[in-house]
């Protein structure tokens, strides 16, 4: 297989036969004849090498390697961190999504965005008659206006408890080396069913 190169060692294309090599020397063009199949190759001092293709769109070819700027290092990490505080901003999302527990009926409340309307609802009236309220485990309880001041105190404690998780998280994965193998999955409010 012959593979033919441009001046600088960029690869033009591939033979079975061999080009005319006159016509190559007119158009500062070479060509290299190898047993070896390569897929991306360039030639570096008269030796073919496998270019392979760029790690990442951040990579550049130095002529023998890929080379990662450390500038782009930088930004490949600071968008590897925002990645990755997303995924901790929905986990604490979606933790305070999935039940308190309120302690004076032994029960778990849905804290889904319906059921908080709900209760921000029912936080507006004056006063409101005591009513079933249907809970995670499909019981049900008397639901006055103490136990809504618990449950809202409840859904509030376990707010900030897994906010302030979240932020010491961020500040640990803004130090970690690798931030997408950052492990983001301790110190956070008990959920029902865990």
């Known amino acids: 297989m012959f593979y033919i190169f441009d001046l600088k060692g960029n690869f033009i294309a591939s033979c079975d036969f061999e080009p005319n090599l006159e016509d190559l020397s007119e158009r500062q063009e070479s060509a290299v004849e190898s047993q070896e199949k390569f897929i991306n190759p360039v030639l570096h001092e008269g030796n073919i090498l496998e270019k392979g293709i760029a790690p990442s769109t951040y990579h550049h070819w130095s002529g023998t390697e ?6 782009k290092q930088a930004e490949i990490k600071a968008d590897q961190q925002a990645q990755m505080w997303e995924q901790i901003k929905q986990k604490r999302y979606d933790n ?44 049900f309880v008397a639901l006055d206006k103490t136990l809504l001041d618990e449950l809202s105190l409840a859904i509030f404690a376990h707010e900030q408890a897994d906010f302030t998780n979240a932020e010491m998280h961020r500040v640990a994965m803004l130090q970690a080396e690798n931030p997408l193998d950052y492990d983001y999955s301790t110190g956070w409010s008990e959920i029902y069913g865990n």
């Open 96 to 139: 305070g999504r999935n039940g308190v527990y309120v302690k004076s009926v032994d029960k778990w409340f849905h804290t889904d965005d319906i059921s908080r309307q709900q209760y921000t609802f029912l936080r507006t009236l004056d006063n409101f008659p005591t009513t079933q309220w249907k809970v995670m485990d499909n019981s």
């Open 66 to 71: 890929w080379i990662l700027p450390t500038e």
